[in-house]
């Protein structure tokens, strides 16, 4: 389990570093997201507005997202706790192999697919050069980090209490 956590960790630390044009996104407003869930309901990024976002973009088939996927997993209920909300945008093409990795991963927040992969404007918008990318966005729907360690997303929500 350490293994895992130092490989995500070091992971994230080589897409912060890596991922230049994200890294410009920090400080401006987040772009609209409007996609369907597994069941076909349709989310928007606005409907969340008011509570900490992290929107993470992954997909099936990638190996790092997997990983990250558990470690994801071990800190939504201390995210969700402290009012914050985890958004996976899948960029899988393949909506069964989607639908297949939230079960096996256990995944137990908000899941939207954009199917047209790198071709999507949401991409583009988003500044998605490689997965897993992650964004965290505050209340008010401006990017405040990207690809935070799950300790850094503590830390910035302790920071804008009262």
Known sequence: MITSIRIFL?????????????????????FPLVLPDP????????SLQGKWVLVDFWASWCGPCRLANRTVRKYYPQWKKNGI???GVSLDENRTGWIKAIKKDRIHWLQVNTP????????LQWNVERIPTTYLIDPSG????????????LSLI???KP
């Open 10 to 30: 070091l992971a994230c630390f080589w897409f912060s570093v890596s991922n230049a044009a994200a890294q410009f996104l920090n400080g401006k407003k987040a």
């Open 85 to 87: 909300e985890v958004l």
């Open 39 to 46: 069941s076909g309901k349709v989310i928007s990024l606005d």
């Open 142 to 153: 401006v990017i405040r980090a990207t690809n935070p360690d799950p300790k850094e997303i």
């Open 158 to 160: 302790s920071k804008s």
């Open 116 to 123: 047209a992969q790198w071709d999507s404007q949401l991409v």
